[in-house]
């Protein structure tokens, strides 16, 4: 007889009950603005799903949580372009943004 290793007892659930577990998913950041993000990808998300996007901007580590507010095709026909708004952002990440999107920035805004 082996012994019982577990701290706490398991129950079986019988209803089946929900559960979602966070996986990562890779994507290219096309544009970015302090209100959120546009990214690509070769799979798919749900319109409402949060996350946390993680990445380096300005040649530091950046995170915030975000939330799929649009799913489109991508170019070609290939994975989806992702929509995605910072619901839960650090001051200090939402001023690397900022600084790195103000007119003095070498980047160029995309539209007008």
Avoid at 59 to 74: H, K
Wanted: hydrophobic letters at 40%.
């Amino acid at each position: 007889m082996t012994e019982e290793r577990r701290l706490a007892p398991r129950y079986e659930i019988e209803s089946g009950e929900m559960a979602m577990l966070p996986v990562a998913l890779s994507v290219r950041l096309l544009d970015i603005s302090p209100a959120g993000v546009l990214l690509q990808t070769t799979q798919t998300a749900k319109v409402g799903s949060r996350g946390r996007l993680s990445l380096t901007l300005e040649g530091q580590p950046f995170s915030a949580e975000v939330e799929v507010r649009r799913v489109a095709q991508g170019v070609d026909n290939v994975g989806s372009r992702i929509g995605a708004m910072f619901v839960n952002i650090s001051e200090e990440h939402q001023q690397m943004i900022e600084r790195l999107v103000r007119p003095s920035s070498p980047m160029r805004p995309l539209r007008p």
